[in-house]
């Protein structure tokens, strides 16, 4: 019997959703054209030059960066700027000063580069973290262009944020190799290494391990006591750091107090709006400015009835997330890398004078663009089943999107070009921000712009009448203006306010000075000496001012103050020399110009009232020898033969010669005391004639 074979059916696979088939010689074009877009939108920040906002403190009169010793890396790494630890940042500065010295455009240029890599690291991480080319070049190029990434890149002092970052990106790249590459340890140890580098860069990098932690969740990586104590030194360096800041924050005064300005129920209110203002921020960058100020309040005492959405906004993105159904494990992803990293900048702990900040999104943004990139990377390919027409629009909107980031960035740089332009863009944007205001009076006081400066700190006084800098800064810009008793009421309301301030007294007394109130000058620098008896220039000050009531036995009390507790202050030598002279102490003030010659052999006035007091006591060599210093002196500093605008220089000549005659006639050196007397009537010296007159002819 012929036996029958069963035909076996063979299981057929189920059909798969076509999925294009992308080569890899497509990722480096893509990331080729990535970077080119971004440079050619930043590049007009090449051309700014640094601003009067943390770039004296952290670049210009950083003194930290222009060592790079090995004295000067130790005292780097030994000592805090500002309120800042961090010596990586400042010795890459101290590089970058080496190369360039204080170079603004250098600066600028040097934080393109970094941003450029940044943007390409942004992409690899991407493509590790979902296998994606399309969604890391999407991802890469919001990155990369958004608007609020201008504050990090155009403005010197900010270059923290991107170097913090580059090591940032680093450690969790290496970790994705950890993971990836069969744990093998050396990619552990690079993680943690360049986690340590971006630490020391910027403190905010504590965040990494939690990152690192939705990092293994991402994976679908099993909780286990592998997973967690490979993580514990991430843990202590986070723990350290983090202290470490919060103590120098406090030290500095940085650690701002709301409590005086809003309820608890306010500060909860304050904070949650953060991370909207953030989020909104990203999506449409619109009225972007580099000072937020904190949210006013009515005249009730509460918020703006918009603030008190915010939690309910969170609630609603959070049930928004939980109810996904499509790539939900991307969004969940992206909000809390988002989150994460933005926690410390929401105001739970009140950190700086601004609301918010764009250079705090540098990193964080990198969440909410992969979110981005995921959705139009699935609508690219039809993964929603949308009509032609509709995948059309919605590329179409995309490519919009990332035209007006790009259009929005390139004039967004220009905003940074000096600081008259970034702190008019503020008020522009916001015309109660008394800070903007402060910083214009600043820079333009800078430029002698003393009117417009006055002009700024009225803005202001207007708006802060108690903001004692924009007083104070108004009663010295109108002491240059020389409207004195302006001055003088500005700076009678700055002590109203700040009674125990020792310059306002210094001050005060000066503009006293120059109203002729010399017993009101008197008694502010006694004031002054009250508050600070090491103050050498409050005695210093009173002597002057007793000096012009005639004073001269105080006067020389207060300069021996001065004296001891300045040895090497020559002028006080000097004017305690011209007060002896007054009481006919000779030889007193002859001593006292000696010792101010040896402290500074480099002022005429020194040598000619030495001369002076030596023949008051019939030594006209010696008054000669120190006329012939001033001459050679003069000449030296090119003061003589000038034209008539050097009139304060002829004088001096001129007078040399003339009083150097009489001594020579004293001596009876008749040939050498007209040569004299004519060389200081050749200079323009109206007593010489007489003289030449009756002994010259």
């Given at each position: 019997?012929?036996?029958?074979?069963?035909?076996?059916?063979?299981?057929?696979?189920?059909?798969?959703?076509?999925?294009?088939?992308?080569?890899?010689?497509?990722?480096?074009?893509?990331?080729?054209?990535?970077?080119?877009?971004?440079a050619?939108?930043?590049?007009?920040?090449?051309s700014?030059?640094?601003?009067n906002?943390?770039?004296?403190?952290?670049?210009l009169?950083?003194?930290?960066?222009?060592?790079?010793?090995?004295?000067?890396?130790?005292?780097?790494?030994?000592?805090?700027?500002?309120?800042?630890?961090?010596?990586?940042?400042?010795?890459?500065?101290?590089?970058?000063?080496?190369?360039?010295?204080?170079?603004?455009?250098?600066?600028?240029?040097?934080?393109?580069?970094?941003?450029?890599?940044?943007?390409?690291?942004?992409?690899?991480f991407?493509?590790?973290?979902?296998?994606?080319?399309?969604?890391?070049?999407?991802?890469?190029?919001?990155?990369?262009i958004?608007?609020?990434q201008?504050?990090?890149v155009?403005?010197?002092?900010?270059?923290?944020?991107?170097?913090y970052?580059?090591?940032?990106?680093?450690?969790l790249?290496?970790?994705?190799?950890?993971?990836k590459?069969?744990?093998e340890?050396?990619?552990?140890?690079?993680?943690l290494?360049?986690?340590?580098?971006?630490?020391?860069?910027?403190?905010?990098?504590?965040?990494?391990?939690?990152?690192?932690?939705?990092?293994?969740?991402?994976?679908?990586?099993?909780?286990?006591k592998?997973?967690?104590?490979?993580?514990?030194?991430?843990?202590i360096?986070?723990?350290?750091?983090?202290?470490?800041?919060?103590?120098?924050?406090?030290?500095?005064?940085?650690?701002?107090?709301?409590?005086?300005?809003?309820?608890?129920f306010?500060?909860?209110?304050?904070?949650?709006s953060?991370?909207?203002l953030?989020?909104?921020?990203?999506?449409?960058p619109?009225?972007?400015?580099?000072?937020?100020?904190?949210?006013?309040?009515?005249?009730?005492?509460?918020?703006?009835?918009?603030?008190?959405?915010?939690p309910l906004?969170?609630?609603?993105?959070?049930?928004?997330?939980?109810?996904?159904?499509?790539?939900?494990?991307?969004?969940?992803?992206?909000?809390l890398?988002?989150?994460?990293?933005?926690?410390?900048?929401?105001?739970?702990?009140p950190?700086?004078?601004?609301?918010?900040a764009?250079?705090?999104?540098?990193?964080?943004?990198?969440?909410?663009?992969?979110?981005a990139?995921?959705?139009?990377?699935d609508i690219?390919?039809?993964?929603?089943?949308?009509?032609?027409?509709?995948?059309?629009?919605?590329?179409s909107?995309?490519?919009i999107?990332?035209f007006?980031?790009?259009?929005?960035?390139?004039?967004?740089?220009?905003?940074?070009?000096?600081?008259?332009?970034l702190?008019?863009?503020?008020?522009?944007?916001?015309?109660l921000?008394?800070?903007?205001?402060?910083?214009?009076?600043?820079?333009?006081?800078?430029?002698?712009?003393?009117?417009?400066?006055?002009?700024?700190?009225?803005?202001?006084?207007?708006?802060?009448?108690?903001?004692?800098?924009?007083?104070?800064?108004?009663?010295?810009t109108?002491?240059?203006?020389n409207?004195?008793?302006?001055?003088?009421?500005?700076?009678?309301?700055?002590?109203?306010?700040?009674?125990?301030?020792?310059k306002?007294?210094?001050?005060?007394?000066?503009?006293?000075?120059?109203?002729?109130?010399?017993?009101g000058?008197?008694?502010?620098?006694?004031e002054?000496i009250?508050?600070n008896p090491?103050?050498?220039?409050?005695?210093?000050?009173?002597?002057?001012?007793?000096?012009?009531?005639?004073?001269?036995?105080?006067?020389?009390?207060?300069?021996?103050?001065v004296?001891?507790?300045?040895?090497?202050?020559?002028?006080?030598?000097?004017?305690?020399g011209?007060?002896?002279?007054?009481?006919?102490?000779?030889?007193?003030?002859?001593?006292?110009?000696?010792?101010?010659?040896?402290?500074?052999?480099q002022?005429?006035?020194?040598?000619?009232?030495?001369?002076?007091?030596?023949?008051?006591?019939?030594?006209?060599?010696g008054a000669?020898?120190?006329?012939?210093?001033?001459?050679a002196?003069?000449?030296?500093?090119?003061?003589?033969?000038?034209?008539?605008?050097h009139?304060?220089?002829y004088?001096?000549?001129?007078?040399?010669?003339?009083?150097?005659?009489?001594?020579?006639l004293?001596?009876?050196?008749?040939?050498?005391?007209?040569?004299?007397?004519?060389?200081?009537?050749e200079?323009?010296?109206?007593?010489?004639?007489?003289?030449?007159?009756?002994?010259?002819?």
């Amino acid at each position: 019997m012929k036996q029958q074979h069963k035909h076996i059916k063979t299981p057929q696979a189920k059909p798969q959703p076509k999925v294009a088939i992308v080569k890899r010689n497509y990722v480096l074009p893509a990331l080729a054209a990535i970077l080119v877009i971004t440079a050619i939108v930043f590049s007009p920040c090449l051309s700014n030059g640094f601003v009067n906002w943390d770039d004296p403190v952290y670049i210009l009169n950083n003194n930290l960066i222009k060592d790079l010793s090995w004295k000067g890396i130790k005292l780097i790494f030994s000592n805090f700027n500002s309120d800042n630890y961090a010596p990586l940042t400042d010795l890459i500065s101290a590089v970058q000063y080496k190369i360039s010295g204080l170079n603004p455009g250098a600066f600028h240029f040097g934080s393109l580069v970094v941003h450029l890599l940044n943007v390409g690291l942004v992409f690899l991480f991407i493509q590790l973290l979902c296998g994606r080319w399309e969604v890391a070049t999407i991802t890469a190029l919001f990155f990369g262009i958004h608007p609020m990434q201008v504050e990090s890149v155009a403005w010197a002092s900010a270059r923290s944020n991107l170097f913090y970052a580059t090591f940032f990106l680093g450690s969790l790249i290496s970790y994705f190799y950890y993971l990836k590459r069969n744990h093998e340890f050396k990619y552990l140890f690079i993680s943690l290494l360049l986690f340590g580098f971006s630490i020391i860069t910027k403190a905010i990098a504590i965040v990494l391990p939690l990152v690192l932690i939705l990092i293994d969740n991402y994976e679908g990586r099993k909780v286990n006591k592998k997973a967690i104590f490979e993580k514990i030194p991430f843990f202590i360096i986070s723990f350290v750091i983090g202290i470490l800041t919060l103590l120098i924050k406090h030290q500095y005064g940085n650690l701002k107090d709301l409590s005086p300005f809003y309820t608890i129920f306010q500060r909860i209110i304050v904070s949650s709006s953060t991370i909207i203002l953030y989020i909104f921020k990203l999506l449409i960058p619109v009225e972007l400015t580099a000072f937020y100020t904190y949210p006013s309040k009515l005249s009730n005492g509460s918020l703006y009835f918009g603030y008190y959405l915010s939690p309910l906004i969170i609630l609603i993105i959070t049930y928004g997330i939980i109810r996904l159904r499509r790539f939900k494990k991307e969004v969940v992803f992206g909000f809390l890398f988002f989150s994460l990293n933005i926690i410390f900048f929401l105001q739970i702990i009140p950190i700086g004078g601004t609301f918010i900040a764009e250079r705090y999104v540098y990193v964080p943004c990198i969440g909410l663009f992969f979110i981005a990139g995921r959705f139009f990377s699935d609508i690219i390919y039809n993964k929603f089943n949308l009509s032609i027409n509709a995948k059309n629009s919605i590329i179409s909107v995309m490519l919009i999107i990332v035209f007006v980031f790009a259009f929005a960035t390139w004039n967004r740089n220009k905003v940074w070009k000096d600081t008259i332009t970034l702190w008019t863009d503020v008020v522009n944007k916001n015309s109660l921000n008394e800070t903007a205001y402060y910083n214009l009076g600043d820079e333009k006081y800078k430029n002698k712009d003393f009117k417009g400066a006055i002009t700024d700190y009225d803005e202001v006084i207007k708006i802060n009448n108690q903001n004692v800098g924009a007083i104070f800064n108004r009663a010295g810009t109108k002491f240059v203006l020389n409207d004195y008793r302006a001055a003088l009421l500005d700076y009678d309301k700055f002590i109203q306010i700040k009674p125990l301030d020792v310059k306002a007294y210094l001050n005060r007394g000066i503009t006293k000075e120059k109203l002729n109130d010399y017993t009101g000058a008197i008694a502010d620098y006694s004031e002054a000496i009250r508050l600070n008896p090491k103050d050498s220039d409050a005695f210093y000050n009173r002597a002057t001012a007793r000096i012009f009531i005639k004073d001269y036995f105080e006067a020389i009390q207060d300069y021996n103050q001065v004296i001891k507790l300045n040895p090497k202050h020559d002028d006080a030598y000097y004017n305690r020399g011209n007060a002896k002279i007054q009481i006919n102490d000779f030889k007193g003030a002859i001593n006292d110009y000696d010792v101010a010659i040896s402290l500074n052999p480099q002022k005429t006035r020194f040598f000619e009232n030495r001369a002076l007091a030596k023949f008051r006591v019939n030594n006209f060599e010696g008054a000669i020898s120190d006329y012939n210093e001033v001459i050679a002196l003069s000449l030296k500093m090119g003061e003589a033969y000038f034209s008539k605008i050097h009139d304060f220089h002829y004088t001096k000549m001129d007078d040399a010669y003339y009083n150097k005659g009489l001594c020579e006639l004293w001596l009876q050196r008749m040939k050498e005391a007209c040569e004299d007397l004519r060389k200081a009537k050749e200079l323009g010296n109206g007593l010489a004639n007489e003289v030449l007159e009756e002994f010259c002819l």
